[in-house]
C-alpha cells in the first residue's frame, strides 16, 4: 500500500516537471542506480546488481534517444559519445569484473549532472556536492540547454 502511494507520488513528480528538472531527475537516477550496482557488486548479490545496472542503462538511453541533434549540434553529439561509452564501460567492466569502472562511470555522470545545473540553474540546484565543473566550461548556456529536445521522456 505504502509502495503504491509513493509510485504515484514520483509518477506524478516526473509527469509535472519541466524538461529541465528531467534531465536532473535522470542524471540522479542513473547515479543513485550505478551506486547501488556497486553496492551489490561489492555484496556478491549479483542479481540486484544487474537489476541496478539494467536501470542506470534504461535512463542513460532515455538521455540518448532525448537528444536533439538539429538544436543541439555538436554538444549533443558529444553526448551521445559519452553516454555510449558510459554504458560500454559498464557493460566492459562487469564482464571483465572491474569493479573500479563503476567509479569512472559516477565521476563522468556527478560531473555532467553539475554542468547542467550550472547551464539551467546557475548552479542553484539543490544537491549534493561534486568536484569542479570542466564540462560546463565549454557548453554555453544557450546551446547547452538546446542539446535536449522540448521534453525529456521517462
Known amino acids: 500500500m505504502h509502495g503504491n502511494r509513493v509510485g504515484a507520488y514520483q509518477q506524478t513528480n516526473v509527469m509535472t516537471a ?3 528538472r528531467l534531465v536532473i531527475m535522470c542524471y540522479e537516477g542513473a547515479i543513485s542506480n550505478l551506486r547501488l550496482a556497486k553496492e551489490k557488486y561489492e555484496a556478491s548479490e549479483y542479481e540486484a546488481k544487474a537489476r541496478a545496472v539494467q536501470k542506470f542503462q534504461d535512463i542513460v ?14 554538444i549533443a553529439t558529444n553526448l551521445r ?10 557493460l566492459q567492466g562487469d564482464v571483465e569484473k572491474e569493479p ?4 569512472e562511470v559516477l565521476g563522468m555522470l556527478e560531473e555532467l549532472k553539475g554542468a547542467w545545473e550550472e547551464i539551467f540553474y546557475g548552479g542553484k540546484e539543490e544537491s549534493a ?3 569542479p565543473v570542466h564540462l560546463s566550461d565549454q557548453m554555453g548556456k544557450q546551446a547547452g540547454a538546446a542539446a535536449y529536445g522540448p521534453r525529456v521522456r521517462l
Do not use: H, T, W
Not at 538511453?61 to 555538436?74: A, I, R, V
Not at 573500479?100 to 567509479?103: I, L, N, R, T
Open 61 to 74: 538511453n532515455e538521455l540518448l534517444c532525448s537528444l536533439d541533434f538539429e538544436k543541439g549540434g555538436q
Open 18 to 20: 519541466d524538461p529541465k
Open 81 to 90: 559519445a559519452i553516454y555510449d561509452y558510459m554504458i560500454r564501460r559498464i
Open 100 to 103: 573500479g569502472v563503476f567509479d
Open 129 to 131: 556536492p561534486i568536484p
